[in-house]
Antibody, heavy 121, light 109 residues
Framework: QVQLQESGPGLVKPSGTLSLTCAVS?????????WSWVRQPPGKGLEWIGE???????NYNLFLKSRVTISVDKSKNQFSLKLSSVTAADTAVYYC??????????????WGQGTLVTVSS | QSALTQPRSVSGSPGQSVTISCTGT?????????VSWYQHHPGKAPKLMIY???KRPSGVPDRFSGSKSGNTASLTISGLQAEDEADYYC?????????FGGGTKLTVL
């Protein structure tokens, strides 16, 4: 059973950089899957942030692209999110998820429990 | 990359059926058969209920079904049960990006 666990600071100052890591267990990050970050601001819906393949290929939300970097560390079986120049609007529960993506299908099959990140001074 | 459009809320009594719509564009919902649906209870991880428009993962009751017509996808839940009360999100692949719906709160009366 694949499990994902987010970790990182729960509080980030405005204009700072939000950094989160997602540890993958029960499966290899080098499998033929993509790995994604999704967030949910308080009282709002889910928002796709972006995704990465173990090869290093990435896709990002166009509205966040200039501030987002997703990277993968195969040696630690984990992937990470960095979001720069944060504001209060970036306050959200951040989820990491595994993506099944090939020519026949696309969906998120495993999710982390989520971690709340608050942007405040 | 605008969010897919879902009704903010739907409701039904136990045993009844409800349908949640998800409207996008020809660039996302209408362009690919990669619509998925997620059940989300507050404080928990989202759960995959339907993928690739109408496929059900192992363990998801057959009361849940999905369909698509043009730029609109739908999730139907038949034989409503109290445990179905949750937020539901649709999601569509769109080539170089992925987009979610705004979410629908299902209330079981």
């Amino acid at each position: 059973q694949v499990q994902l666990q987010e970790s990182g600071p729960g509080l980030v100052k405005p204009s700072g950089t939000l950094s989160l890591t997602c540890a993958v267990s029960g499966g290899s990050i080098s499998s033929n899957n993509w790995w994604s970050w999704v967030r949910q601001p308080p009282g709002k819906g889910l928002e796709w942030i972006g995704e990465i393949h173990h090869s290093g290929s990435t896709n990002y939300n166009l509205f966040l692209k200039s501030r987002v970097t997703i990277s993968v560390d195969k040696s630690k079986n984990q992937f990470s999110l960095k979001l720069s120049s944060v504001t209060a609007a970036d306050t959200a529960v951040y989820y990491c998820a595994r993506v099944v993506s090939n020519w026949q299908e696309y969906y998120f099959d495993y999710w982390g429990q989520g971690t709340l990140v608050t942007v405040s001074s | 990359q605008s969010a897919l459009t879902q009704p903010r809320s739907v409701s039904g009594s136990p045993g009844q059926s409800v349908t949640i719509s998800c409207t996008g564009t020809s660039s996302d919902v209408g362009g690919y058969n990669y619509v998925s649906w997620y059940q989300h209870h507050p404080g928990k991880a989202p759960k995959l209920m339907i993928y690739d428009v109408n496929k059900r993962p192992s363990g998801v009751p057959d009361r849940f079904s999905g369909s698509k017509s043009g730029n609109t996808a739908s999730l139907t839940i038949s034989g409503l049960q109290a445990e179905d009360e949750a937020d539901y999100y649709c999601c569509s692949y769109a080539g170089t990006y992925t987009v979610f719906g705004g979410g629908t709160k299902l209330t079981v009366l």
